[in-house]
């Protein structure tokens, strides 16, 4: 048989999608799932994206500009400056998702061996991009007792050598929902100018920032101009995953240059998806306001649901919405397993992600797992009943097993 790459035999599982055959399984036994694994948002397109497809005249769906469509860019550059940022249209680089941007930006900035320093837990996909261009992942721990909250800068320092390309941060997080404070931004700031690094931020979460949290673009940074990336998306923004729409967004010239032959060699991004992205891009700050407050009310009924269950530890959740959770079990894999396996609660059960593989040190996370509060109130609720009764459940077989001669 024709023997594969060591980089083929390398790629992680995706703990987020891993799972999905256990799920149709139970799905085909006619047990339902709650499915709180994936950033899947529920909440409706907005009735804009589908009308600016519907009303095109086009005649012939041809390639975009490779860059993206520019009336797209413009419109993503006046998002920005209503943001207060004053970016570009050929400082933005339109991509086939915020997966697509953060390939190019892997591709761009480093060599085989070469090492982007990121916080942990991570989104696990970090380390797909990585591995795929033979660079790595190097990880510094955050705690969820500390609510993910970034260390000290002298951890990252530690982490710096001559393979050190980049620092790349989730804000607001994925999976803890942290939201980054301003000394922690400048701390990273500070640290890449100093090192001559990267600072690469994917904020496509940027709008989900609760309570008295202000989300801090690294674009409003000075004197890092050559040095910071941000990666975004309108996969949450605007409720639109399937679009495939995301970007690089660089002042950093020479970046750019080199991410445009990238994107040139794969032709364009999506059409349809671009077009009705220039239409969500367009929504009053109201559409924003009400997306978010929905959001709020979830991340307050998960928490709530999930502090009344006996051994369950959630940190405090200032953004996005994800919350990296601590089970009273020994290990979340199998009981993610189990759950689709064997448990049923009132004809349902949950699919969640298990938590190790948000990680890149061996070892962490194995007794927690990612839940995306992506369901209305009143089914989270529910799922969290189920998960109450599954814990109940597992721990009283996990006795037995343990009990048995």
């Given at each position: 048989?024709?023997?594969?790459?060591?980089?083929?035999?390398?790629l992680p599982a995706s703990p987020i999608r891993k799972l999905v055959p256990l799920a149709d399984a139970a799905e085909q036994r006619g047990v339902g799932v709650y499915y709180l694994n994936i950033g899947q948002?529920?909440?409706p397109t907005p009735p804009q994206f589908f009308q600016a497809v519907d009303q095109s005249d086009i005649a012939v769906l041809a390639y975009s500009h490779s860059a993206g469509n520019e009336s797209l860019r413009q419109q993503i550059a006046d998002y920005y400056e209503r943001l207060g940022h004053d970016i570009r249209p050929d400082q933005i680089i339109v991509t086939t998702g915020a997966s697509e941007a953060l390939s190019f930006v892997f591709a761009a900035i480093t060599n085989p061996s070469d090492e982007i320093i990121v916080p942990e837990p991570f989104y696990a996909n970090y380390n797909s991009f990585s591995l795929a261009k033979d660079a790595k992942v190097v990880p510094v721990t955050t705690h969820l007792e500390d609510n993910f909250a970034l260390p000290s800068i002298d951890a990252f320092r530690e982490k710096i050598n001559d393979r050190t390309r980049a620092i790349l941060i989730c804000n607001?997080?994925?999976p803890t929902g942290i939201l980054y404070t301003r000394q922690e931004l400048e701390a990273l700031r500070d640290l890449a100018r100093e090192h001559d690094l990267f600072l690469i931020a994917d904020e496509v979460y940027r709008e989900f920032a609760y309570d008295s949290s202000e989300h801090l673009s690294i674009l409003g940074f000075e004197g890092v101009d050559e040095n910071v990336i941000v990666i975004d998306s309108i996969s949450k923004r605007f409720s639109a995953c399937g679009a495939r729409i995301g970007c690089v967004i660089s002042r950093n010239t020479e970046l750019m240059d080199v991410i445009i032959k990238m994107a040139q060699a794969r032709l364009s991004p999506p059409t349809?998806?671009?077009m009705g992205a220039e239409a969500a891009y367009q929504l009053p700050a109201s559409y924003y306001a009400e997306v978010v407050d929905e959001y709020r009310g979830r991340r307050d009924a998960l928490k709530q649901a999930l502090a009344e269950i006996p051994g369950v530890v959630c940190p405090d959740i200032n953004g996005a919405f994800y919350a990296m959770v601590q089970l009273p079990v020994d290990s979340a894999e199998d009981f993610c397993h189990w759950l689709l396996d064997e448990f049923e609660h009132e004809g349902k059960t949950i699919m969640l992600a298990?938590?190790?593989?948000f990680y890149a040190t061996p070892g962490l996370g194995v007794d927690q797992v990612r839940i995306a509060y992506v369901l209305n109130q009143e089914e989270l609720r529910s799922a969290m009943k189920c998960l109450a009764a599954a814990l109940t459940a597992y721990q009283a077989r996990t006795k037995s097993v343990n009990a048995a001669p």
């Open positions: 048989m024709p023997k594969l790459s060591e980089r083929a035999e390398t948002p529920d909440i607001p997080g994925n349809f998806g671009q298990p938590g190790a593989g």
